[in-house]
């Protein structure tokens, strides 16, 4: 299994507060939430693959709504919106 290099996610994770730093003073509105949460729990990594289980061993979930057209991992198990996905 290879690693993660959790370096990568800390300046994620310094790179999401930067922005949300003077972002309103840029872009004239509020930021939306932002976050690069951290390990999923034990049993949210029961049955992923070995794959999945290196990166969400490190990071479960993201939200950089206002990078780009924004960016979102869903925590392993969040089954929320699919619903509205498959319409």
Known sequence: MIAVDTG???RWRAAAARLV???EARH???PAEHE???PATGA???G???DLVTFYRVVAG???PDVGNGYWIRRPGDDSGRE???A
Do not use: H, Q
Request: glycine share 12%.
């Open 8 to 10: 990568w996610i800390e």
């Open 21 to 23: 730093d003077g972002f």
């Open 28 to 30: 004239g509105f509020a």
């Open 36 to 38: 690069v949460s951290g």
């Open 44 to 46: 949210e990594l029961a």
């Open 48 to 50: 992923l693959t070995d």
């Open 62 to 64: 993201v939200r950089l």
């Open 84 to 86: 509205a996905e498959a």
